[in-house]
């Protein structure tokens, strides 16, 4: 157990609805990060929040965003749902100290239908 | 950024020693390089991570020769379940911080009987 949790595991919803992902980071952890999981695809980085702050964004599209809590719980909002979008949405929290490792959660599968 | 290229997939067979090779020829001086391994439909998991010579835990070990542009993770003596995606990453170190956790293609293990 990574200490990582995201809900929910599973989601299925249609093409142009909003959905949102929560994440809880490991404890002590201040980094949160969101990676993007296609079919056979690699990891796609999103985005990282550092303590309520953004601090690094990556290939995210305009229809997707995120924020981070005072409580360090992360939500990633999806709207305007695509097909394309189906995939698996990973959440990982660090202390962010160089030689740190992520620890991820096991994911949310979306399913847009 | 430092980019990072291993091969697609590697076989192997239960109980030999496999050696998964990395190159990151414009690693920075102060760069980490780390390993990950995931599972179909699991989070990455982190394995090891060094920054020169060798890196010994209880699942690998990690040679990173004098020039650093490449790594070696071998795992001895695999098992059907070491059957994985195998990344590789450099890990930017920004006066102690860490950035660029951007994940390839990764190598695709796979152990046969």
């Known amino acids: 157990d990574s200490g990582v949790t995201q809900t929910p595991k599973h989601l299925i919803t249609a093409t142009g609805q909003r959905v949102t992902l929560r994440c809880s980071p490991r404890s002590g952890d201040l980094s949160v990060y969101w990676y993007q999981q296609s079919l056979d695809q690699g990891l796609q980085f999103l985005i990282q929040?550092?303590?309520?702050?953004?601090?690094a964004k990556g290939n995210i599209l305009e229809r997707f965003s995120a924020q981070q809590f005072p409580d360090l719980h992360s939500e990633l909002n999806l709207s305007s749902l695509e097909l394309g979008d189906s995939a698996l949405y990973f959440c990982?929290?660090?202390?962010?100290?160089?030689?740190?490792?992520?620890?991820f959660g096991n994911g949310t599968r979306l399913t847009v239908t | 950024l430092a980019k990072t290229t291993q091969p697609i997939s590697m076989d192997s067979y239960e109980g030999q020693e496999v050696n998964i090779t990395c190159s990151h020829n414009n690693i920075a001086t102060n760069d980490y390089i780390t390993w990950y391994q995931q599972f179909p439909s699991q989070g990455p998991r982190f394995i090891i991570q060094g920054y020169k010579t060798k890196v010994t835990n209880e699942v690998a070990s990690l040679f990173i020769p004098a020039d650093r542009k490449s790594s070696t993770l071998s795992l001895p003596r695999v098992s059907l379940s070491d059957t994985a995606v195998y990344y590789c990453l450099v890990v930017l170190n920004y006066g102690g911080s860490q950035g660029n956790l951007i994940f390839g293609k990764g190598t695709k293990l796979s152990v046969k009987p």
């Open positions: 929040y550092y303590n309520g702050e953004e601090r």
């Open positions: 990982a929290s660090s202390v962010e100290v160089v030689d740190s490792p992520l620890h």
